[in-house]
T-cell receptor
Framework: AQTVTQSQPEMSVQEAETVTLSCTYD???????LFWYKQPPSRQMILVIR??????QNATENRFSVNFQKAAKSFSLKISDSQLGDAAMYFC???????????FGAGTRLTVKP | DAGITQSPRYKITETGRQVTLMCHQT?????MFWYRQDLGHGLRLIYY???????DKGEVPDGYVVSRSKTENFPLTLESATRSQTSVYFC??????????????FGPGTRLTVT
């Protein structure tokens, strides 16, 4: 079974600095999707960024970028120029092309210090 | 407004009672999902549906029942609630995979407390 591991239960960053959240996953599949979701105190799950495994180029969305290492099964999220509004729980998730079961990590709580 | 809604947002019920959580989406997405979120576990899939009248079990289906008579609705029923089912429940949807859109869109969640 596929598993997703987020080894950092909590992280903190100074406003305007850069922080990297770690995620590793276990799979025998070659084709899959990876996602980072943000969950602010409102509880709403918000998609931050996605990466298709067949693409070698790392995905980027404004201040958010990923470091996708397929061979190492690693998918970290980098947040640049951190803002107070970035404070939230961040979940890494994995899904294959043919399976509807999206697997989530346990989450990393990010605190942004002013 | 278009989107995915859940009701109620908060629910307190007693052990042994039946409770139904509602989910409604206006996108006509084929796929719908129910997750529960517990501290230390992230989100875990309870049930999903690929279309009306097609449902299947996820990772933690025991104690739950789903139905999908209409594409836009996907209710989740706890037939006899237990304290271990105290959790936050999320409904999600995504379009048919043929469109290669694999990210899921989530509702606002329902916080359920079983006393």
């Amino acid at each position: 079974a596929q598993t997703v591991t987020q080894s950092q239960p909590e992280m903190s960053v100074q406003e305007a600095e850069t922080v990297t959240l770690s995620c590793t996953y276990d799979t025998s599949e070659s084709d899959y999707y990876l996602f980072w979701y943000k969950q602010p105190p409102s509880r709403q799950m918000i998609l931050v960024i996605r990466q298709e495994a067949y693409k070698q180029q790392n995905a980027t969305e404004n201040r958010f970028s990923v470091n996708f290492q397929k061979a190492a099964k690693s998918f970290s999220l980098k947040i640049s120029d951190s803002q107070l509004g970035d404070a939230a729980m961040y979940f890494c998730a994995y899904r294959t092309y043919n399976n509807n079961d999206m697997r989530f990590g346990a989450g990393t709580r990010l605190t942004v210090k002013p | 407004d278009a989107g995915i809604t859940q009701s109620p947002r908060y629910k307190i019920t007693e052990t042994g009672r039946q409770v139904t959580l509602m989910c409604h989406q206006t996108w006509s997405h084929s796929y719908m999902f129910w997750y529960r979120q517990d501290l230390g576990h992230g989100l875990r899939l309870i049930y999903y549906s690929a279309a009306a009248d097609i449902t299947d079990k996820g990772e933690v289906p025991d104690g739950y029942v789903v139905s999908r008579s209409k594409t836009e609705n996907f209710p989740l029923t706890l037939e006899s609630a237990t304290r271990s089912q105290t959790s936050v429940y999320f409904c999600a949807s995504n379009p048919d995979r043929v469109q290669r859109q694999y990210e899921q869109y989530f509702g606002p969640g329902t916080r359920l407390t079983v006393t």
